[in-house]
């Protein structure tokens, strides 16, 4: 399975976007999708997490603000990105982890301008 990343863009402070992580094969049975980031010169950092149950969890700098989620049918999970402040500015990616596998996606950048 492979991911692709899309929906980054230039945003103002206080705006929104709308990634989405497309699976090139089924996640039905993917034990967790997450959004991971890296914004420059730092490591990469856990975003939110939405596991085969819909059990969800944010990391606490995005708690509130964002929301993840999944469509099954499409293969597909989405970060909705709101209040976005200049600090969210990174490239970030999806991450798939079955019982066999962990895949990344090829990052999407994001940029806040405040």
């Known amino acids: 399975v492979q991911l692709q990343a899309s929906g980054g863009g230039l945003v103002q402070a206080g705006g929104s976007l709308r990634l989405a992580c497309a699976a090139s094969?089924?996640?039905?049975?993917?034990?967790?999708m997450s959004w991971y980031r890296q914004a420059p010169g730092k490591e990469r950092e856990y975003v939110a997490r939405?596991?085969?149950?819909?059990?969800?969890n944010y990391a606490e700098a995005v708690k509130g603000r964002f929301t993840i989620s999944r469509d099954n049918a499409k293969n597909t999970v989405y970060l909705q990105m709101n209040s976005l402040k200049p600090e969210d500015t990174a490239v970030y990616y999806c991450?798939?982890?079955?019982?066999?596998?962990?895949?990344w996606g090829q990052g999407t950048q994001v940029t806040v301008s405040s």
């Open positions: 991450n798939m982890i079955t019982p066999f596998t962990t895949t």
């Open positions: 094969g089924s996640i039905a049975r993917a034990n967790f």
């Open positions: 939405i596991d085969r149950s819909e059990s969800i």
